[in-house]
């Protein structure tokens, strides 16, 4: 089953959804930015999409229209779009509720959530992303899902309530990981010390947990209850109170769930 | 060229080197644990190493000599221990500085750290392990970079105080990143949701980070400032207030860290 669709945004998701939609064989119709220029730039990804920067979709021939927007946005551009009839409108978000397409002049409304990180230099392979789906409409729930299962085997029927759960998983699983990645580095790069040193103990790190579970997993001054260490590295990272802050704070949480 | 090895201690890091070291065709002479029954567990890993409780190596074979041991009681073993001539005494902490071996009756001192998280139930592949040495003898130090290379293809000179920054750095990228995988474990848990969903998210998180750096591979809701989602997961984690600090301190750091 094909579909003709129409995406508004051009942010992170936008940027890697839309090529991939083309290359499972869907149509992309409109590209829809406030910014044209910005529109514009994923147009040239595309071959027959038309970049717009109004919200009158009427003669559009698409069926399913994606908010790929920042969270703030998307109940703006929900209310305002003008969408053809039997349109299914649907958006990207993690921690946004679906009750929020509820005022639109779509005829159905659902959630189409890819649970993966995007960053625009980066290449995404669909294949690995799980799709988070929602709607309560049955028809329209299954033309998701077949929508769905043209980009990537996995697909997950997830309620509002959850799929906020979830995000805030994915936030710690994700952001807050790669951002104990970042200190790391910076502290690396204050003392002169290559990176590159610590690349085999977090590749290792990972695949242990995800292996045996964070909980078996882990190892460490915190682990160990080693007061002394943790007072040194403490001591240590006096320079920044927040870093040193963050690391009480963590270690605390470790010696505090064993 | 082949050594013959003493290792002191029984934990997730002699589990593993010991018998890597006789793989890698030295000899391990003994096994030291206070609880001799510990000793003996490992010794049943290795071929032809003896198990000891008691300190006195003075007829040992071996020229090096191992404290595989919890960081608080490498000084205490470095001071009791007696050892033959001639005879390299290395411990494998990531946070304790040379000099802490200085009174021992050793002729030389090291660092012989191999940068990796140990578990007990996880085999780990030493030829991906960077080794971190010192001394302040040439000859000896030449010895340690033999004994490291038999073992993995990297090795990097290392001084205490650099050591020390290494370890702080590999807390954060390695125990520290195992939690927030561990927090987003129990929040799919209380929620009952599948952690497997979230998989993809978290080997995409650090393949992405390592390529592109922490920096720029950051997204989610702190990275765009988004203070609603922000202030939603907060309430969400009011369960448990210690989490719900953590996410904050997190998000702050990320937001003032651009």
């Known amino acids: 089953m094909k579909f003709k669709i129409a995406i508004l945004g051009t942010g992170n998701v936008a940027w890697h959804l839309a090529p991939a939609l083309e290359e499972a064989g869907h149509t992309v119709t409109e590209i829809y930015g406030r910014d044209i220029m910005e529109a514009e730039k994923l147009t040239g990804r595309l071959y027959t999409a038309e970049a717009k920067s109004d919200l009158d ?4 021939e698409a069926e399913v229209f994606i ?17 053809p009839e039997e349109s299914i409108l649907v958006h990207t978000s993690g921690s ?7 005022y639109s002049s779509a005829s159905y409304t659902g959630i189409f959530y890819p649970l993966q990180t995007f960053s ?10 799980p799709f988070l789906l929602e709607s309560e409409d049955q028809a329209a729930l299954q033309k998701l899902k077949k929508l769905a299962k043209s980009l990537s085997p ?9 799929r906020m ?36 103990l977090i590749i290792e790190t990972i695949s242990k947990s995800l292996e045996l579970g964070a909980k078996r997993a882990q190892t460490g001054p915190a682990r ?35």
């Open 57 to 60: 979709f009427s003669d559009s």
């Open 165 to 200: 759960a979830l995000h805030v998983a994915a936030v710690f699983a994700s952001n807050f990981s790669n951002h104990m990645l970042r200190l790391s580095e910076e502290i690396m790069a204050r003392q002169g010390l290559d990176f590159e040193m610590l690349k085999p």
């Open 120 to 129: 625009k230099d980066r290449k995404v392979d669909f294949g690995d992303v």
């Open 154 to 162: 996995h697909q997950y029927l997830i309620k509002s309530r959850d």
């Open 224 to 258: 160990r209850v080693d007061l002394n260490t943790l007072d040194t590295h403490f001591q240590f990272l006096n320079y920044n109170e927040q870093i040193a802050e963050i690391y009480k704070l963590i270690s605390q949480d470790i010696i505090d769930s064993y």
């Open 96 to 102: 946004v509720p679906l009750d929020i397409l509820g």
């Open 67 to 83: 908010l790929a927007v920042s969270d703030q946005v998307i109940s703006e551009l929900a209310d305002e779009i003008i969408l």
